[in-house]
């Protein structure tokens, strides 16, 4: 019996406003952060692509 989900949930936590680091870090951090971001939404896209084929 197939099993079909209905609803998904995905929550993610970026930056930490706790986190004691330069400026400088900062601006090459961020970008880290949006390569790392975009690599999680492609996965998830491609999973729900994959998902929707079936």
Do not use: F, Q
């Not at 949930?9 to 880290?32: F, H, P």
């Not at 939404?41 to 084929?53: D, F, P, Q, Y």
Request: proline share 2%; hydrophobic share 30%.
């Amino acid at each position: 019996m197939p099993l079909e989900i209905r609803e998904l949930v995905i929550k993610a936590s970026v930056g930490d406003e706790k986190s004691s680091s330069s400026s400088n870090s900062d601006a090459s951090g961020s970008t880290s952060d949006e390569s790392t971001i975009n690599e999680i939404v492609e996965k998830v896209l491609s999973i729900i692509k994959e998902k929707s084929e079936r």
